[in-house]
């Protein structure tokens, strides 16, 4: 059974940087699309940043380019969302979420429907 445990979130003043990291256990495909999602209070749960294993490609949403970076270390089987320049709209809680299978992180990221095992979430607040 596949868990995703995230962590690093937190109070954070504008400009800020926080790093997400999200631990994979049970976890023995090959190849998997895993990425970061967050949802703000009232609004519906959107993809922020994703990375294939096959060919190492990301996603990032409009909002957060230039700020944000997705890594992963296959070694300790953890993603990382490092966050900079964080403003106050970066607020919400923040998800990790894989896929096993090989595809397109441009097309499949902005669509959560397709991950299937989801992480708690992390809360990260931006405000002065």
């Known amino acids: 059974q596949v868990q995703l445990v995230e962590s690093g979130g937190g109070l954070v003043q504008p400009g800020g940087s926080l790093r997400l990291s999200c631990a994979a256990s049970?976890?023995?495909?090959?190849?998997?699309?895993i990425g970061w999602f967050r949802q703000a209070p009232g609004k519906e749960r959107e993809g922020v940043s994703c990375i294939s294993s096959s060919d190492s490609s990301t996603y990032y949403t409009d909002s957060v380019k230039g700020r944000f970076i997705i890594s992963r270390d296959n070694a300790k089987n953890t993603v990382y969302l490092q966050m900079n320049s964080l403003k106050p709209e970066d607020t919400g809680a923040y998800y990790c979420?894989?896929?096993?299978?090989?595809?397109?992180?441009?097309?499949?990221?902005?669509?959560?429907?397709?991950?299937?095992?989801w992480g708690q979430g992390t809360q990260v607040t931006v405000s002065s």
């Open positions: 049970g976890f023995t495909a090959d190849y998997y699309v």
């Open positions: 979420a894989v896929v096993p299978r090989i595809g397109t992180v441009k097309l499949m990221c902005p669509s959560k429907s397709m991950f299937i095992s």
